[in-house]
Nanobody, 124 residues
Framework: VQLQASGGGLVQAGGSLRLSCAAS??????YGWFRQAPGKEREFVVG????????KYADSVKGRFTISRDNARTGVYLQMNSLKPEDTAVYYC????????????????????WGQGTQVTVSS
């Protein structure tokens, strides 16, 4: 079982990036994106549950980030628009075989599988 995050890079403030999270070895019911900036704790960005196509966004990214699914149920995408320097971080994809409830989507301990992370750098 493997999660592969990709799509990070360097972009100017106001720009866009699209991250991908590809799963192999099994299908998952819930995906999440988290990020960790230097010297800070890992924080929740967005969660997606296949059941009901339920999503949960962190307030800091609402209206700018959009999570979407791969219809083959092999992963998710994260479209990031209007990027800000404070979005700079390593972004991690996480997944779990359970359909997590909304309150659990933001809990990094709720996810059993993690990808390796992809660096996003937003210059001012």
């Amino acid at each position: 079982v493997q999660l592969q995050a990709s799509g990070g890079g360097l972009v100017q403030a106001g720009g866009s990036l699209r991250l991908s999270c590809a799963a192999s070895g099994r299908t998952f019911s819930t995906y999440g994106w988290f990020r960790q900036a230097p010297g800070k704790e890992r924080e929740f960005v967005v969660g997606f549950r296949w059941s009901g196509s339920t999503t949960k966004y962190a307030d800091s990214v609402k209206g700018r980030f959009t999570i979407s699914r791969d219809n083959a149920r092999t992963g998710v995408y994260l479209q990031m628009n209007s990027l800000k320097p404070e979005d700079t971080a390593v972004y991690y994809c996480a997944a779990d075989s359970r359909s997590l409830i909304l309150s659990s989507m933001a809990d990094n301990n709720a996810y059993a599988y993690w990808g390796q992370g992809t660096q996003v750098t937003v210059s001012s």
